[in-house]
């Protein structure tokens, strides 16, 4: 059973952290789960939809208590 760990847990084939996933045998992993050592993982892997951030917008910047003119001589 694939289990995802939630604390690190090392024997002597292995040495997991938090976030590693594991194939344990039924038993172990049941054990695992109900101590609070592990969560099982989804067998279907569910894809999700990634928002894409805003493009960066850079312009000119603006005077914007003036106004571009000034200092120009035009008002």
């Known amino acids: 059973m694939l289990v995802r760990m939630l604390v690190g847990l090392s024997g002597l084939a292995y040495s997991l952290g938090p976030g590693d996933e594991r194939d344990f045998p039924q038993d172990e992993a049941l054990r695992l789960i109900s101590a609070g050592f592990a969560a099982p993982v989804a067998e279907i892997k569910i894809e999700r939809a ?5 493009a960066e917008r850079r312009g000119r910047k603006r005077n914007v208590v003036y106004g571009d003119s000034f200092g120009s001589g035009n008002g």
Request: aromatic content about 0%; overall charge neutral.
């Open 50 to 54: 990634v928002q894409v951030p805003a």
